[in-house]
């Protein structure tokens, strides 16, 4: 089955917009620098982004010297955006889920995808068309929301509102979720981190770097609230080697 393409609803889409114009939300200070730290050289390389929102890394991996850069998602809302900030001849998108990998009949030296593997329900799938799209040598580099984070859970706070602990509550049961994030019905799949770096592991990937990323002294000056980080991080990133 396919995945929801919640970021078509109005709605979503006009407060997911507002979120990310601002210069203080969670991507700009934590996943987006992380995951920048992460990133190989690409000169002259072929790039995947898979859920490529809005194309700003489509455009990064471009300016970065890649040859090619492919971005793919099923929002034709994101796209629509994209396409209309991205001027380099380089930079191709096209509306499709990631499910149908399989379709495209081309590989690369990277493929990324920031924060939305969360979204697919058959993650062992996924995995393994990367792998048969990786080129020899190539590369995984993906963010997803942490796995502390898909689980269903809160923070505790003191009486004055600092969070002091997260209480979690069926994490290692991988499970569909319906939450409310900007509207009522937003499906995401929670699985485990072993479950998720033994779905690496077996598909044949070398991981080289597992990060559960945190606001660094910078971040934290913008928004000091970020510190809750230390105790439950929102991100999962992974960078892995075929
Ligand atoms: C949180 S946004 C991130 C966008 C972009 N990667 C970025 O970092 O700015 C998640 C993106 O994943 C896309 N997405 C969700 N499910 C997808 C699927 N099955 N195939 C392709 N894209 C998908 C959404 O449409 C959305 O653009």
């Known amino acids: ?3 929801q393409n919640i970021y078509d609803n109005e709605a979503f889409f006009r407060e997911y917009s507002n979120l990310r114009a601002r210069d203080d939300n969670h991507n700009v200070l934590i996943e987006q620098p992380a995951m920048a730290k992460l990133l190989p050289s690409l000169d002259g390389k072929k790039v995947l982004d898979l859920g490529c929102g809005m194309g700003e890394n489509c455009m990064d991996f471009a300016r970065r010297g890649a040859e090619r850069v492919l971005g793919i998602d099923i929002s034709k809302r994101m796209l629509a955006v994209a396409r209309e900030r991205t001027a380099d001849p380089r930079v191709e998108y096209r ?3 990631m499910e149908d990998l399989a379709e495209i009949d081309e590989s690369f030296d990277l493929i990324y995808s920031s924060l939305a ?7 062992d799938s996924l995995l393994g068309e990367i792998r ?3 080129r020899p040598g190539g590369m995984l580099l993906f963010s997803q929301e942490h796995p502390l ?3 269903q859970g809160h923070f505790e706070r003191d009486e004055q509102g600092n969070c002091t602990a997260y209480t979690v509550y069926d994490y290692n049961r991988a499970s569909k979720i319906v939450t409310t994030w900007f509207v009522d019905g937003v499906e995401k799949y929670h699985r485990p981190m072993g479950q998720i770096l033994t779905s690496l592991a077996h598909t044949g990937f070398i ?4 990060i559960e ?5 910078w971040a934290l000056v913008k928004r000091p609230a970020l510190i809750k980080e230390q105790i439950k991080p929102c991100f999962l990133i992974v960078r892995a080697k075929i």
């Open 1 to 3: 089955m396919e995945s």
């Open 149 to 151: 984070n898909t689980a």
């Open 95 to 97: 509306c499709m889920s």
């Open 213 to 217: 990323p945190v606001a660094e002294d």
């Open 117 to 123: 593997f969360h979204y697919i329900e058959d993650l």
């Open 207 to 210: 991981m080289e770097d597992v």
């Open 132 to 134: 048969r799209h990786l």
